[in-house]
């Protein structure tokens, strides 16, 4: 089988977030399981791409091609549209070469012309919307997601499938929209053997400001989306009971909300409390997921939660809110502390696992099984493939 992966980004342009390491990773193990795959793709995020129309690369077994884009339609974002008239140009001379096209988001050019030449050319193919038809996400710059999705209709309404991580979004979306495609719940997947490693890193000692605190670590790209500021106003009410607690923030900020962040921490008198790390990469990651008694995942919508199932695959308690896609799961596992978004709610999770160590560490022990249960990578390639599959026809086909 011969698979075009179409991203408006990808790996390893890691700022975007979970999504570009889970596909990925997708992407490499189902190489592994035998299946040709190619990925075009823009090198918005990547200063490290050599400059030219196009770029390919080799990753993992995936071949890669990223095209320049240019700053077309600025009004939709500091980045535009991805727009790349020489990824049009490749995918119409090359599209009839694949079986089937895997389209990864919706708001983009990539995303959108690929479609149009799918349908057009009565391609099969597969769209991922990642959490961006949540009512939630649509509401955020309506008027500009209006005209993305007048632009988009009929390429959602005309794939072959639509591909949702969590039956959380699928729930949330699918009916909604009043979509009659087919529905596929394939989650993110990890690698277990990769999150067991053995650190090179010093844990304990990583993040100097929490040496006899109690830290609570929130890992996510900084935006309103995430519920940081749910999670700073339920920490003030941590510390009146938990004095030693520390709230440990890494991740991308994104425009004016990281400024509105650090000025509610300042309102709170939580200065000296709270330590703001970067962006982290992999190793840097799980030494901090590993130097955390809670993490936290405040969000106020997830179609799945990436960083939390990277934290549970390292045995670490994780509250959830129940708006997190792996959350109904993870809440009938024992795996989670899953609660309501709001501060209070989240105050209350917290709270739970700080003040009994024995409940903690059962949650952790839960969380660590069920991820290898349910998210192993091997086993999550192997139902993306059976679902290309079925989209073909080659129900009795494991790898074509």
Known sequence: MKILCISPYYFPALNFGGPINSLHGLNAAMVKKGIDITVYTTNVGLSNIPKGYVSDAVIDGVKVRY?????????????????????????????????????????????????YYCRRLKKPYIISPRGMLYSEALRIQSIKKRLYYWLMKDNIHGASAIHYTSEHERDSCHDRLNFRNKAIVVPNGIDIKGAEIKQALDNDNFIPDIKNKRPILFMARINKVKGLDMLIKAFALVLRDVGNAHLVIAGSAEGKYFNSVKKLVTKLNLNGKVTYLDFLKEESKKAAYLSSEVFVLPSRFESFGM??????????????????????????????????????????????????????????????????????????????IEEFDS???KTDCKIC
């Open 391 to 393: 989209v073909l026809g």
């Open 307 to 384: 960083s939390a199932v990277e934290a549970m695959a390292l045995g670490v308690p994780v509250v959830l809110t129940d708006k997190v896609g792996i959350s109904s799961e993870a809440q009938k596992y024992g795996a989670a502390v899953v609660v309501p978004a709001t501060e209070s709610e989240l105050y209350k999770g917290i709270k739970s696992l700080l003040e009994n160590r024995e409940f903690a560490a059962e949650v952790g022990a839960n969380a660590k099984r069920f991820v290898a249960a349910r998210y192993s990578i091997d086993n999550v390639a192997q139902k993306m």
């Open 67 to 115: 095209f320049n884009f240019k700053r077309a339609l600025e009004f939709v974002g500091s980045r535009g549209w991805q727009y790349s008239p020489e990824l049009k140009k490749e995918l119409l001379k090359n599209i009839n070469g694949f079986d089937i096209v895997y389209i990864i988001a919706l708001w983009s050019y990539p995303s959108s012309i690929a479609a």
